[in-house]
């Protein structure tokens, strides 16, 4: 049998290097900076107000007091938005909004607040006057050009996993299009005779379809484009079909169910014949049954393809396993669950020379991190799997461990 390690080495080789690729800003949410950005403008682009009040001189009103305010006639009104602010002549106010530029000659801005002024509405303010009642200090609420960001300052670096906030950089740069690395396209195709849509009403000896939807969400969790294909039965002549069809766009293939020791056993049999794809037995529980290689499109597309095992939870505990790191550090994406050590809360036996992944949830403890596992070590339990925010790593050697002992933990979270 192959070890968990050896196996995770040969599933990684399947995984190429990040590519880059130019995709719109308001797409790329999630996906990682493949170069550097630098700021091809300064933000603030220009000195502008940060108040809704009057642009002046501090000069000219530093008598100003809410007693004996100073008058000052106001010659222009600049909005945001105004590109022509006229310059201001001393001993005058320009009414100006948060955001508008700084008029050539001013060098502060009074708050409305501060002033004789109410701001009602469009009536033009021309030619009246306003009473500052308060004194500002020269460069007062004024957002000078490149307080932000300096043009040719570097911006965000590469390997940035774009946000929100790196999205609203990136745009108020005005960037309508980012270099990221492609996000992988995952198609994940079930297998099996008993396997009926969600939805339908099933018959004796009928299960709903499952694991498609769960893989496919577990490759969109960990930053992939992933589509769910629709399940076949055990039928190799319709899984190669099936296959075909996928493999003309997908970058890599996931299929579950097929690949143990049964007598329809349609992934095992159908890639079997077209040689490939290895199918092995890794010492671990749950997801024994393994398979993985490549598959050969008829229009000659080598596309990487895992067979994960039927089972609910070796499916996913696999794909936890086995995919999720190489398929994250192909998009460029490095960052890995966060393992720990815990305490167990609970005793628990594990099967000698099997690498054993238990369901556990974390639970408090005045000592440190502990875990309690979740049901059986039972491939089938999803309810159990649901349930579950932790994979207790338990190592083959060990076939006994007692309440209180330290243990290596993944956190799903
Ligand atoms: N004689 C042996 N039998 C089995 C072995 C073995 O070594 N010798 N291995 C067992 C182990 S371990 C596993 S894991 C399973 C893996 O089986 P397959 O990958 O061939 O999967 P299936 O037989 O198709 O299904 C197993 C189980 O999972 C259910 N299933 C399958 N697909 C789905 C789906 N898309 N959604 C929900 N549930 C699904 C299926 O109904 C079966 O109950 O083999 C053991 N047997
Ligand atoms: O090794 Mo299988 O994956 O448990 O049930």
Redesign the pocket.
């Known amino acids: 049998m192959r070890t968990v390690t050896e196996h995770q080495q040969v599933v990684a080789s399947l995984f190429g290097t990040p590519e880059p690729v130019t995709m719109p800003v308001t797409a790329a949410l999630g996906r990682v900076l493949a170069a550097d950005v630098v700021a091809p403008i300064s933000l603030p682009g220009f000195d502008n107000s940060a108040m809704d009040g009057f642009a002046v001189r501090a000069a000219d009103v530093t008598a100003a007091t809410p007693a004996q305010p100073v008058h000052l006639r106001v010659d222009a009104d600049i909005p945001a938005g105004r590109v022509d602010p006229p310059p201001l002549v001393p001993g005058t106010a320009h009414r100006i909004m948060t955001g508008a530029p700084m008029p050539a000659g001013a060098d502060a801005v009074v708050p409305v607040e501060l002033t004789t002024a109410v701001f009602s509405g469009a009536e033009p303010v021309e030619g009246t006057q306003v009473g500052i009642t308060t004194a500002v200090p020269s460069g007062k609420h004024i957002r000078p050009a490149g307080s932000d960001i300096v043009a040719g300052q570097p911006a965000l670096p590469a390997g940035t996993r774009i946000g929100a906030a790196h999205i609203g950089l990136l745009c108020g740069l005005g960037f309508s299009t980012v270099s990221v690395f492609r996000p992988v396209r995952v198609a994940v195709l079930?297998?099996?005779s008993?396997?009926v849509a969600p939805g339908i009403p099933l018959q004796h000896g009928q299960?709903?379809?499952?694991?498609?939807a769960?893989l496919t969400a577990a490759a969109i969790e960990a930053g992939a484009e992933a589509r769910h294909v629709h399940?076949v039965p055990?039928d190799t002549a319709q899984f190669l079909h099936r296959l075909d069809d996928i493999a003309t766009d997908a970058d890599l293939i996931l299929t579950?169910?097929?690949?143990?020791?049964?007598a329809?056993?349609?992934?095992?049999e159908a890639l079997g014949m077209t040689g490939g794809v290895e199918f092995v037995?890794v010492a671990m529980?749950?997801?024994?049954?393994q398979g993985c290689g490549h598959y050969r499109s008829p229009a000659g597309r080598s596309v990487p393809i895992v067979?994960?095992?039927?089972?609910?939870v070796?499916?996913l505990v696999s794909f936890e396993v086995f995919i999720r790191d190489p398929l994250r550090a192909a998009m460029g994406l490095h960052l890995r669950r966060q393992r720990l050590r815990a305490q167990l809360t609970t005793a628990l036996t594990s099967p000698a020379g099997k690498r054993q992944f238990q369901r556990a949830v974390f639970v408090r403890h005045p000592d440190g991190p502990a875990v309690t596992t979740v049901g059986p070590p039972a491939?089938?339990h999803?309810s159990n799997l649901a349930h579950a925010d932790a994979l207790v790593d338990i190592p083959a050697e060990t076939v006994s461990l007692a309440a209180g002992d330290l243990v290596d933990v993944v956190a799903l979270t």
Do not use: C, R, W
Request: no cysteine.
């Open positions: 079930s297998t099996g008993e396997l299960i709903y379809e499952s694991n498609g769960m399940f055990d579950s169910g097929g690949v143990s020791a049964g329809f056993e349609v992934v095992k037995k529980q749950p997801g024994m049954p067979t994960l095992p039927g089972n609910p070796s499916s491939s089938h999803l």
